[in-house]
């Protein structure tokens, strides 16, 4: 289980500019080894300036390395498949959102009408339900980070056997999708593992 430390870690690279992912290795001690991240931006060199920095607070130790793909590719192949989203549509008229989410050709649909952030949440458990997982999870905040336009949207979920909180966060051309991909940034870790099982 990943430590509060670790997701915390996680959730500030996550947050910088033009980071799309973000692939952790350990070493046999239990700490950071290597950070790689998925960048989209022409500054890789000043993402991973300020990416060093935030590792030096976190696992001094920890090397960053900035878009490199093929290490991140390798490290998914070991963990197994990983649901992808396809799509999140918002029905303005009755107020719903549909979302669909695809793994291993089996694609899951989820429908909710609690208005576009918290509609893209709520409609992507559902399409995690219609996949066959059991997410022991609900829905706790779905939260703007600001007011303005291009910022990421956070989802909190809170655990129903009280093993801690997880959190999403995610940057998209909306708040549907962000809230959408925030949503199964949460969950990921822990529907890779309900995989592996």
């Not at 700490?31 to 590792?55: H, P």
């Not at 709520?122 to 980070?145: H, K, M, W």
């Not at 962000?178 to 890779?192: C, G, P, Y």
Request: glycine letters at 10%; proline letters at 2%.
């Amino acid at each position: 289980m990943m430590s509060r430390t670790e997701e915390d870690f996680e959730l500030e690279l996550r947050s910088l500019t033009g980071v799309l992912n973000v692939g952790l290795t350990h070493r046999e001690n239990g700490d950071i080894d290597v950070v790689t991240l998925v960048v989209n931006t022409k500054d890789s060199a000043g993402t991973q300036n300020v990416a060093s920095q935030i590792a030096s607070l976190y696992y001094p130790e920890a090397k960053v390395v900035v878009d490199g793909t093929s290490h991140l590719l390798s490290l998914q192949r070991e963990s197994g498949s990983r649901v992808a989203f396809v799509r999140a549509d918002y029905d303005s008229k009755d107020g719903t959102c549909e979302v669909q989410l695809t793994i291993d050709g089996r694609v899951g649909l989820g429908r909710a009408g609690s208005g576009p952030l918290i509609g893209g949440a709520e409609a992507t458990l559902a399409a995690l339900r219609d996949l066959g997982y059991d997410i022991p999870f609900s829905l706790l905040t779905v939260t703007n980070v600001t007011n303005g336009r291009d910022w990421p949207v956070v989802v909190t979920l809170r655990s129903n056997a009280n093993d801690g909180d997880r959190f999403g966060i995610a940057k998209a051309d909306d708040d549907m999708v962000s809230a959408a991909k925030a949503t199964l940034d949460s969950l990921n870790r822990f529907i890779s593992t309900s995989n592996e099982r």
